[in-house]
């Protein structure tokens, strides 16, 4: 393979990145009370050794209550969970590599298996986590304004611990992509809307104090996605068009880059072109993008809570569609879980060494 385009060095305002892989941000459950462990920032810190350009963080709640429906989720604020924090980006800057936490309120969620709640009922743009399914309370004016006030907190305080970029977690069913989705918002207030261009209000309005929080300087990244956990065929945007509605506001706001989750990146996002879901946002908003999905193996993520094992799977395609210049960065995540050097690997043309991913890696943080 010729990897030489994954390796160039990448550049956009406080991120400066050696070459373009990107470790997903992927919940691990491993830090007790909220609190990020000294295992916790050795797991990020080999990543940082094993030559990740930029590392983004399992995500981290933010200073709401029922922010979190695990005990076990990291926090971004509080002194602890912020000492931990400091903790984890240290050790990763001292190992060579970039890092982002990726910001995170669940919205309106499912109990944890354990029974754990949160000392606040879920909440959301309507009370609903999915179709039909009302878990929670619906957001007053209040709510949204310390919600929003909050996720500034959080990048603020990012910022000053040294981090190089934030991300705003924006995708999978989750508090700002239940504002987004008609299914989950059924608000008739300013917060919710017909279009999803109205119903991107909240994600816009978080963006706008983010922004202030942190400066002009400092680079913001949005996770967004078509799909749904509970419905993987759903498409917020139906056309480039709406794309372009839906982000290009976003883009004003503040984000620099969108870090676009597909389940398989080579699949199509529209018909009538091979381009992906990060090729299409690119082209249509100017912005860079992160492409992620299946990146190194078969199978998928959502597959492996199920059991299914993946093997490591060629590069060929994901080079192809990054010398056309359809994205600028490409995340990887069940690779990096289960092999901390898959990165130096696949740069030494080792793939004989590389290894393939089984649920076990979900379990344990890999060390080696």
Same mark, same amino acid.
């Given at each position: 393979m010729k990897t030489d385009s994954l390796f160039r060095p990448f550049s956009l305002k406080s991120l400066n990145l050696k070459n373009r892989i990107v470790m997903a941000p992927m919940t691990r459950s491993f830090s007790p009370n909220g609190v990020p462990t000294s295992d916790v920032a050795k797991y990020y810190q080999k990543r940082a050794e094993g030559?990740? *350009?930029l590392i983004l963080s399992e995500g981290t709640v933010i200073e709401r209550q029922a922010s979190s429906n695990d005990p076990n989720v990291p926090h971004f604020y509080g002194n602890d969970g912020l000492n931990g924090w400091q903790n984890v980006v240290n050790g990763v800057h001292q190992a060579g590599a970039k890092m982002a936490p990726q910001? !995170?309120?669940? *919205?309106?969620?499912? &109990?944890?298996?354990?029974? !754990? #709640?949160p000392s606040a009922p879920f909440e959301g743009p309507s009370g609903m986590g999915r179709p039909g399914f009302v878990n929670g309370i619906s957001m007053t004016d209040s709510d949204i304004a310390d919600t929003i006030s909050a996720f500034g907190r959080a990048a603020a305080d990012a910022k000053r611990l040294g981090f190089d970029s934030v991300e705003l977690h924006g995708a999978h069913g989750y508090l700002i992509d239940q504002f987004f989705w008609e299914e989950t918002n059924r608000r008739s207030d300013i917060w919710g809307g017909n279009t999803l261009a109205e119903r991107s209000r909240f994600a816009v309005e978080v963006t706008k104090e983010v922004r202030k929080q942190v400066g002009d300087d400092f680079a913001l990244i949005l996770r967004i996605s078509q799909f749904k956990p509970s419905l993987y065929t759903n498409q917020l945007a139906k056309s480039p068009q709406e794309i372009e509605a839906w982000l290009n506001?976003?883009? +004003?706001?503040?984000?620099d880059i969108f870090h676009c989750s597909q389940r398989r990146f080579w699949e199509p996002e529209? +018909?009538?072109?091979? /381009?992906?879901?990060? *090729? !299409?946002v690119k082209k249509v908003t100017g912005s860079a993008t992160i492409t992620v999905g299946s $990146?190194? /193996?078969?199978?998928?993520? #959502?597959a492996a809570f199920a059991g299914e094992s993946s093997q490591p799977s060629s590069l060929d395609e994901l080079l192809r569609r990054m010398d056309r210049g359809d994205f600028d960065l490409v995340a $990887? *995540?069940?690779? /990096? /879980?289960?092999? &901390?050097? !898959?990165?130096?690997?696949?740069?030494?043309?080792?793939?004989?060494? #590389?290894?393939g991913f089984t649920k076990d890696a979900l379990t344990e943080l890999v060390m080696e």
């Amino acid at each position: 393979m010729k990897t030489d385009s994954l390796f160039r060095p990448f550049s956009l305002k406080s991120l400066n990145l050696k070459n373009r892989i990107v470790m997903a941000p992927m919940t691990r459950s491993f830090s007790p009370n909220g609190v990020p462990t000294s295992d916790v920032a050795k797991y990020y810190q080999k990543r940082a050794e094993g030559d990740v *350009g930029l590392i983004l963080s399992e995500g981290t709640v933010i200073e709401r209550q029922a922010s979190s429906n695990d005990p076990n989720v990291p926090h971004f604020y509080g002194n602890d969970g912020l000492n931990g924090w400091q903790n984890v980006v240290n050790g990763v800057h001292q190992a060579g590599a970039k890092m982002a936490p990726q910001i !995170w309120h669940m *919205g309106v969620m499912d &109990p944890h298996p354990s029974g !754990w #709640l949160p000392s606040a009922p879920f909440e959301g743009p309507s009370g609903m986590g999915r179709p039909g399914f009302v878990n929670g309370i619906s957001m007053t004016d209040s709510d949204i304004a310390d919600t929003i006030s909050a996720f500034g907190r959080a990048a603020a305080d990012a910022k000053r611990l040294g981090f190089d970029s934030v991300e705003l977690h924006g995708a999978h069913g989750y508090l700002i992509d239940q504002f987004f989705w008609e299914e989950t918002n059924r608000r008739s207030d300013i917060w919710g809307g017909n279009t999803l261009a109205e119903r991107s209000r909240f994600a816009v309005e978080v963006t706008k104090e983010v922004r202030k929080q942190v400066g002009d300087d400092f680079a913001l990244i949005l996770r967004i996605s078509q799909f749904k956990p509970s419905l993987y065929t759903n498409q917020l945007a139906k056309s480039p068009q709406e794309i372009e509605a839906w982000l290009n506001p976003l883009a +004003e706001a503040g984000i620099d880059i969108f870090h676009c989750s597909q389940r398989r990146f080579w699949e199509p996002e529209f +018909e009538g072109s091979d /381009l992906n879901f990060a *090729g !299409w946002v690119k082209k249509v908003t100017g912005s860079a993008t992160i492409t992620v999905g299946s $990146v190194g /193996l078969t199978g998928e993520f #959502l597959a492996a809570f199920a059991g299914e094992s993946s093997q490591p799977s060629s590069l060929d395609e994901l080079l192809r569609r990054m010398d056309r210049g359809d994205f600028d960065l490409v995340a $990887v *995540g069940r690779p /990096l /879980l289960s092999d &901390p050097k !898959w990165v130096k690997k696949i740069y030494e043309q080792r793939t004989n060494e #590389l290894k393939g991913f089984t649920k076990d890696a979900l379990t344990e943080l890999v060390m080696e």
